[in-house]
């Protein structure tokens, strides 16, 4: 009898299981669910955090200087620039005297004097950070991931990071979706280039910007397929000059190819592993995904025109529970192959691999690092040296 008891304990616990998971992935086919669980901009501690009190994340009062930028839709931005420590140290006086220091929008903030280290120096290299999914800028290991891309910095290369928040995320206004998030990047990279929305160079001869080639965009997780999405709208869509380097670290092919694989903190089984035994289910699960963030096609398509220039480098730690690095990984395969035309003449290896084209146009590395998990790898010197080579133009 009690072995009875058991059975049907177990029996109808398994039952409600099924039924939570069966109910979870009906309601992913609703593209507001769908929306709040790839982006989770809900979760937002804006509402007991100051971002523009920016030395509770770790920050020297004046280092950073928030501002706002406004898209073509009418959603308002939120950004920091954040000065490397010798150039705070060099010009503290100017910074903390500055009567009217705070958030602006950034035709007003690029006077500043922060911004004007950056704007008005061209041996300067501008770091654009595509951050991850949830929260805010300033949330998790992120400060610290920007303060390594300071370490990089010198008095003769002087490294500014540009961070900012996605619509819906933060102190930025607005709900995210695929198409919106790019036109947010495209903004942003406006604004500090001096690109107007119809691509012609701004006329405000009084102002001054950040050339395309000594910009560097880095993107982690989430931010890896926004940072790939940009830089295709950017280059190929509109035409526009390349930046310096795209780095994409704990990247993934596809939202939908994802679902195959991702684990939430590594602590779950894949999302659709209990529809194994029905693959036309999950084939129809993953028709209904509505932003489908398709990184590998545009990588592609990037590594196969001739006329743009690609200097990518791809991280990813073994331990990545979270997405797994075979999904980087089939990103740099599917990338190295469409830019080499399939002729791979160098010996391979799963942990470390550069590729070169000819004519020095397609430039190309994927590291395979030992540790750092999903999040903290950003933080790690592994990606503090990967910078510093694109600075020093290796």
């Known amino acids: 009898m009690a072995f009875d008891n058991l059975f049907r304990k177990a029996f109808w616990g398994l039952a409600g299981c099924g039924l939570v998971y069966a109910l979870a992935m009906v309601a992913l086919t609703l593209p507001v669910v769908q929306r709040n669980a790839t982006y989770v901009h809900q979760i937002n501690p804006t509402y007991f955090q100051d971002l523009n009190n920016t030395e509770q994340f770790g920050f020297l009062h004046h280092q950073i200087q928030p501002f706002t930028i406004v898209t073509p839709d009418n959603v308002t931005l939120f950004a920091w620039h954040i000065l490397p420590t010798h150039l705070f140290y060099k010009h503290e006086k100017a910074l ?18 922060g911004l004007q280290l950056l704007l008005g120096d061209p041996t300067a290299t501008a770091v654009v950070a595509f951050h991850g999914n949830a929260a805010h800028l300033a949330s998790n290991y992120r400060p610290s991931a920007y303060q390594q891309m300071l370490g990089v910095s010198t008095p003769a290369k002087p490294v500014h990071v540009i961070a900012f928040d996605y619509r819906g995320f933060g102190l930025s206004t607005g709900s995210p ?49 926004i940072s790939t999405a940009f830089y295709h709208e950017w280059v190929v869509k509109l035409g526009r000059a390349p930046f310096k380097a795209l780095v994409l670290i704990a990247s993934f092919t596809s939202l939908p190819n994802l679902l195959e694989s991702y684990s939430f903190k ?23 995904i509505q932003d489908k963030w398709d990184a590998s096609s545009r990588l592609v398509e990037l590594a196969q025109t001739p006329e743009v220039e690609l200097n990518l480098v ?33 010996a ?7 590729w070169r084209s000819e004519d020095g146009r397609k430039r190309m590395r994927w590291e395979r690092v030992r ?3 999903h999040n903290r790898i950003q933080t790690s010197e592994q990606v503090r040296l990967a910078i510093l080579r694109l600075i020093e133009g290796e």
């Open 266 to 288: 590594g602590l779950t089984p894949p999302i659709l592993s209990p529809l194994m035994a029905y693959p036309r289910l999950q084939e129809w699960l993953r028709s209904k």
């Open 96 to 113: 903390t005297g500055q009567p009217d220091f705070g958030l602006k929008p950034f035709e007003v903030a690029s006077k500043s004097v």
């Open 177 to 225: 979706t695929e198409q919106g998030v790019i036109e947010d990047a495209v903004s942003l990279l406006s604004a500090l280039t001096g690109e107007s929305d119809d691509g012609k160079q701004q006329s405000d001869t009084g102002r001054q910007y950040v050339d395309p080639s000594r910009v560097l965009l880095v993107g982690q997780s989430m931010g890896t397929f």
């Open 348 to 354: 391979r290896n799963l942990d470390r691999e550069e």
């Open 314 to 346: 791809m991280l990813h730690a073994r331990n990545d529970y979270e997405i797994p690095w075979r999904e980087g990984r089939a990103n740099w395969e599917y990338t190295l192959d469409a830019a080499s035309g399939g002729k791979i003449d160098f």
């Open 371 to 373: 540790h750092g998990g």
